[in-house]
């Protein structure tokens, strides 16, 4: 037997052997690093995907707007183009129209007191030189405002241009010296008709519907009944809304007002706390906003900040209010674009601060406008015999206990309503010096807006939660159409700041709220709820302003950003 040599373990294998649950973990570990590197190249292509869909979406989002306006462009130069076709066919056909005659005129009396304007004197009219013409279509003629049952009014056209439409008639006015009269005189620019037609208005005979009478400075509008359609539908209307554009507003302290521009589109202002108005142009029909001009308007004597602000029709100037205390200037009118402003030196509220400015949507040839303040007070100002200066007019005093939070004029009517921290809403008519109407509320208000579409509605804010919002109509004394509103998370509190605009078609309404959300509500849903609610801003929605003629609702907030909403209706 062969002896062999035994081999040490320690010789025969100096390491000692690895069991299989080592050779399992250094096997995971080895694999890690290549999990690690593919789950950091995932991440970076994941970013990467998401970057490049936001920029699909927002280049969608700009083609998206970019056609519609193109569709908006085609239809309007289609319009513009049937619109000269059938110019061109009404001038060839209408030197073929014979001038009406003498015979033909419906000659009518006048009321005592009142001077016969016109005489035809071989087919010459000539004006007495105490009136002249109110000029209105003689096919299309709309009765005057505030006109009574059996008085005869003697209107006056031009047949050859009533079928076009060229001449317009006009609301009766309250000059600057508020005088009554139940037609007012015509500017001094308007032509003289070479022939006159003269119609009678039977006594006890309905008046004709039609379009209201163009005024100066105002959009032609007509009359929409919109009170019967209130709470009729168990369903509301749903406004698509897309991506909101924010833009830094650049004031340094708290907004505080937003008014957009009657005339121009394109055209918006803020003011805020800072004491700066800032005028602003739309881009884009709502894609951003570009800063044009900064406007320092603190008041002289205080250094106060507007308190309200507004446009007058034309849309050249701000005419913002300030506060009766120390003896300060409370009104100041700008001119945004040429960075001038001008106090007036008239001071007729007698102390605290001048809540609201409005101007009257009835004036003729010179504008009017109200404010009211914390004395309780409503005054009216008019412009000045030649057009230099303004001058105040006390409506009343005694009518409200505390004070007047918000003032509005109606269309039809020539009616001041004011809503109180009283809680009374009073109608008033500045022609008689009379209260037509007065409401009590379980609740202070804190503002009033006249419906831009029915001229007997309008809506009251008040201060209950849940019925913040009021309608009512002018023709019913004492009693509300609907109350609804909305509940707030963030506080009970309802401030006087946050405020409401109407839609053009006056079927919504918009308001800011604290929460911060934008409550919209359609009148003709049978609820107490808000239709539908944006979440918008970071802080409190202070106001969101309907645009006029664009699909766009403009807000501001306290977070010092502007909010660009552009809306798609169903």
Known sequence: MMRGRITPPSEK????????????????????KPRREQEQELVKLVEEQRSELTQ??????????????????????????VHAQNRSQSKSSAGVVKTAT?????????????DTAFKEENGNATAAPSRRPLFVPASNIAPVPGARAGSNLKLVGDPSKASSGATSSRLPSTSATWSESDVSETSSKQPTASKITTVKLEPGSAPQKGPVPKTKGLEHKEHVDLITQIRGSKTPGFINTFLPNYVAS???RKLRSLVIN??????????????VISLWQIQGKGIGLTLLNTVDCLSPGQRRWSEDMTWDPSGQLLFACYSADGKDNQIAIINASRKKVKFLEDRPHERGIVNNIVFMPWYDEQPIFATGGSDHAIVMWGEKEGGVGWKPKLLHRSLHSSAVMGVAGMHYKQLVISAGADKRIIGFDPRYGRAEFRHQLDSKAMGVLPNPADFNLFMVQTGTPGQQLRLFDIRVQRSELHAFGWRQESSESQSALINQTWSPDGISIASGSADPKIHIFDIRYNSKEPSQSIQAHQKRVLKAAWHHTLPLLVSISSDLNIGLHKLCVK
């Open 262 to 275: 009657p005339a121009t589109d394109e055209i918006c202002a803020t003011s805020a706390l800072d004491g």
């Open 56 to 81: 699909l979406e927002k280049h969608a989002r700009i083609i998206a707007v970019q056609l519609d306006e193109a569709r908006k462009n085609l239809a309007a130069l289609e319009g513009q183009l």
């Open 250 to 252: 650049q004031h340094k």
């Open 102 to 114: 003498a015979d033909n005129a419906v000659k009518v009396k006048s009321e005592p007191g009142v």
């Open 13 to 32: 294998d100096p390491q000692p052997k690895r069991s299989r649950i080592d050779s399992e973990e250094d096997g995971d570990e080895g694999l890690k």
